[in-house]
């Protein structure tokens, strides 16, 4: 593949590699150095790439994959947590603007807590792949996605608060 065509492909798929790292990584600066490693990996990957999945389903499955090794990565040799980014910006929309970002920021939290097979499951369903889709690129079952994506569901209720 031809560096324009590879840049192409990430810009197609940017959006989907920065939600997946996101899912991994809370900090911004570390979350860029793991997106750099995503596309790294993708670019050494892809001659590899067969076709029996979709091109999407074969990027998603290097970008958990590169994910999973930064969080291995990131226990065996654990930093010292960033502070949080500045207070949010007095501009902002009207309060309900503000209580959706809350939520949603909550949310992304549970499922960054979630254990990591829950976590590549979850990610992945919430970018709209199916089951099928999702046991191709974690390589599992179909029945095991659905086993994973109720158990992730009881769990993100528990943190949330929400009655299972």
Do not use: C
């Amino acid at each position: 593949m031809r560096e324009g065509e590879f840049a192409a492909l990430l810009h197609e798929h940017a959006g989907l590699l920065s939600r997946i790292a996101a899912s991994y990584e809370a900090d911004p600066s570390l979350r860029d150095d793991l997106l750099q490693d995503v596309a790294l990996a993708l670019w050494k990957a892809l001659p590899a790439w067969r076709g029996d999945a979709s091109l999407k389903t074969f990027v998603a499955r290097v970008a958990h994959n590169r994910g999973a090794s930064h969080v291995i990565g990131r226990t065996r040799h654990p930093r010292a947590q960033a502070l949080d980014e500045a207070l949010a910006d007095p501009t902002r929309g009207p309060e309900s603007h503000a209580q959706l970002e809350q939520k949603r920021l909550r949310l992304q939290d549970a499922v960054r807590a979630l254990p990591l097979n829950l976590r590549q499951t979850v990610t992945l369903a919430l970018e709209g792949f199916s089951q099928q889709d999702i046991a191709a690129a974690l390589g599992i079952s179909a029945n095991n996605v659905a086993v994973r994506l109720n158990r992730a569901r009881k769990a993100l209720k528990t943190v949330l608060g929400e009655p299972a």
